[in-house]
């Protein structure tokens, strides 16, 4: 006697993909197996898997978010927001493990690769890195390496101030701290530079949207949220 025919299964398989299986008549006659997108659950796993620090894994969060709002100002009406989201979020998914510019982000295309990421998205991590010489030729490569290193500026900027919040931050004293070369000297105010202009937006207007992108996120990235209880940030 003839099995019921499920209409589809879904397993993880054991390089960390998933799959959709489409069943024929019966129940053993696998008859198409189509690799599903990986899911924002399936990049916080990668992520954790290979980041164990909690500022880079704050970091990625921030540029998640950044990027997220990026798709619907700079994508265009066919932009997909969780794909951008991805981007961000698997940025420097790498770094911790292959901080050299050997290996990152080269390391960690090459994992996204066999995990099932596509193509679009794996160059736009590519473009981050000028290095690469990849060419950020798409619009969610120039807004990922538009707002990678502003989003470290930022949170660096907040975390100065007494209220180590992004909420009574000035675009103005932005401007000013990037002036300022002793101060967060990591951040490479060039890439920032760089950045807006590929983008083809005025650094004031950039700054000012990053920071209100960022606003929802502050609990979760380290840094306060004037006026809202703790209660109401770890909800
Ligand atoms: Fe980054």
């Known amino acids: ?41 399936d990049a916080w796993e990668l992520l954790c ?15 998640e978010t950044a990027m997220r709002a990026a798709a619907a100002r ?32 080269y390391k960690g295309a090459t994992i996204m690769c066999g995990r099932g990421y596509p193509d679009h998205i794996i160059h736009a991590i590519m473009g981050h890195a000028t290095y690469t ?6 619009q969610m490569a120039k807004a990922l390496f538009a707002t990678d290193e502003l989003c470290g500026f930022l949170v660096a900027c907040a975390l100065v101030r007494p209220s180590k919040s992004l909420d009574d931050m000035e675009v103005s004293s932005v401007k000013k701290k990037l002036k300022d070369k002793a101060f967060a000297r990591t951040v490479n ?8 202009q590929e983008l083809g937006v005025p ?3 950039h700054i ?21 209880s703790e209660e109401a940030t770890s909800a």
């Not at 003839?2 to 053993?28: I, M, N, V, Y």
């Not at 010489?133 to 798409?138: A, I, K, S």
């Not at 105010?189 to 807006?196: H, L």
């Open 203 to 205: 650094l004031e207007e």
């Open 74 to 105: 700079y994508g265009g009406p066919d932009a997909n927001v969780d794909e951008w989201g991805l981007a961000g979020m698997l940025h420097d998914f790498d770094y911790e493990m292959f901080p050299t510019a050997d290996e990152h982000p």
């Open 1 to 41: 006697m003839q099995q019921a025919r499920p209409s589809e299964r879904r397993l993880l398989k054991a390089d960390g993909r998933r799959a959709k299986l489409l069943f024929g008549d019966t129940f053993s006659e696998v008859c198409e197996v189509r690799l599903l997108m990986p899911t924002r659950e």
């Open 49 to 63: 898997e290979y980041t164990k620090g909690e500022s880079l894994r704050r970091h990625a969060l921030a540029v």
């Open 189 to 196: 105010r060039d890439d920032i530079y760089q950045g807006v």
């Open 208 to 228: 000012r949207f990053v920071i209100d992108a960022l606003r929802p996120v502050q609990a979760q990235i380290g840094l306060n949220r004037l006026g809202v």
């Open 133 to 138: 010489n990849v060419p950020r030729d798409t």
